[in-house]
Nanobody, 122 residues
Framework: QVQLVESGGGLVQAGGSLRLSCAASGRTFSNYARGWFRQAPGKEREFVAAISWSGGTTHYADSVKGRFTISRDNAKNTVYLEMNSLKPEDTAVYYC???????????????WGQGTQVTVSS
């Protein structure tokens, strides 16, 4: 069964850091772009960051640019999201996803993980 599994979420104080991981199993996703999205209670799912299959191209939402870094290790079939200088407004469920092309649009992602909760306290 093909699946993406996120981990690394938790509770952190404002200004702190977390590192999310998204491991793929069931098949290789080394030739797929990967993305991170988040959804806060009562809000729509929003784009956070994306990385091309090679890792050579990355995109970030303006709200996280300079604070978050997306990276990947194709040998481990894993994508990471390093989150620094966290703010209370970063609180959300974070989802990783796989797509044939790097994109900010959620509808273009074919496979999604179950999500991991990130809570930033003030």
């Amino acid at each position: 069964q093909v699946q993406l599994v996120e981990s690394g979420g938790g509770l952190v104080q404002a200004g702190g850091s977390l590192r999310l991981s998204c491991a793929a199993s069931g098949r290789t996703f080394s030739n797929y772009a990967r993305g991170w999205f988040r959804q806060a209670p009562g809000k729509e799912r929003e784009f956070v960051a994306a990385i091309s299959w090679s890792g050579g191209t990355t995109h970030y939402a303006d709200s996280v640019k300079g604070r978050f870094t997306i990276s990947r290790d194709n040998a481990k079939n894993t994508v990471y999201l390093e989150m620094n200088s966290l703010k209370p407004e970063d609180t959300a469920v974070y989802y990783c996803a796989a797509s044939t092309d790097i994109t900010r649009w959620a509808r273009q992602y074919d496979l999604w993980g179950q999500g991991t909760q990130v809570t930033v306290s003030s």
